[in-house]
T-cell receptor, first 115, second 116 residues
Framework: KAGVTQTPRYLIKTRGQQVTLSCSPI?????VSWYQQTPGQGLQFLFE???????NKGNFPGRFSGRQFSNSRSEMNVSTLELGDSALYLC??????????????FGQGTRLTVV | AQSVTQLGSHVSVSEGALVLLRCNYS??????LFWYVQYPNQGLQLLLK??????LVKGINDFEAEFKKSETSFHLTKPSAHMSDAAEYFC??????????????FGKGTKLSVKP
């Protein structure tokens, strides 16, 4: 069974640009969550999508957005990039994050560097 | 609000020694707790989870954790460290949205070093 796939693995962008990251969840999983990992702030929750709807959202500015497609694949977009957006972005999939006895499976992440 | 605190950002042990990584949680509702491991430039891998079925939870690679409600702790242990255990470990609690579950709230992580 294939795991969670994130593309691309590495990305370098310039301040002010926008970027789109992609996540393909494990087959059958309908919940996809995104996390940002930085040395200073650690792992922080961005948002969760379930059945193409954003179900929960973390405390991030509106420049961060996402969507989920009918096949459960998800994308997140960051507009007007800032240096502080440099981070490892992790995607996690689960059958349904809303259930108690489910765990999240993580992809390898996309390392975004903003210069 | 729910949270987890990991005591010690760095822990160093000798190969073959006991590994003990500490995690304390704060939650007004029964918590669902997890330990994840992250190797350099990799994502997170689940080691074990507590979902109230048993207080002593066994995970992969001989790791285990004990849920102690009286101490609000969920410490991770391994009897004998291997060099391959060197990584960063994260304790996490599942956020409760008024009855339904949600995202993970992570601790700051503990980097484990294993000396030969």
């Amino acid at each position: 069974k294939a795991g969670v796939t994130q593309t691309p693995r590495y990305l370098i962008k310039t301040r002010g640009q926008q970027v789109t990251l992609s996540c393909s969840p494990i087959s059958g999983h309908r919940s996809v969550s995104w996390y940002q990992q930085t040395p200073g702030q650690g792992l922080q929750f961005l948002f969760e999508y379930f059945s193409e709807t954003q179900r929960n959202k973390g405390n991030f500015p509106g420049r961060f957005s996402g969507r989920q497609f009918s096949n459960s694949r998800s994308e997140m977009n960051v507009s007007t990039l800032e240096l502080g957006d440099s981070a490892l972005y992790l995607c996690a999939s689960s059958l349904d994050q809303g259930l108690t006895n489910t765990e999240a499976f993580f992809g390898q992440g996309t390392r975004l560097t903003v210069v | 609000a729910q949270s987890v605190t990991q005591l010690g950002s760095h822990v160093s042990v000798s190969e073959g020694a006991l590994v003990l990584l500490r995690c304390n949680y704060s939650s007004s509702v029964p918590p669902y707790l997890f330990w994840y491991v992250q190797y350099p430039n990799q994502g997170l891998q689940l080691l074990l989870k507590y979902t109230s079925a048993a207080t002593l939870v066994k995970g992969i690679n001989d790791f285990e954790a004990e849920f102690k409600k009286s101490e609000t702790s969920f410490h991770l242990t391994k009897p004998s460290a291997h060099m391959s255990d060197a990584a960063e470990y994260f304790c996490a609690v599942k956020k409760n949205y008024g009855g339904s579950q949600g995202n993970l709230i992570f601790g700051k992580g503990t980097k484990l070093s294993v000396k030969p």
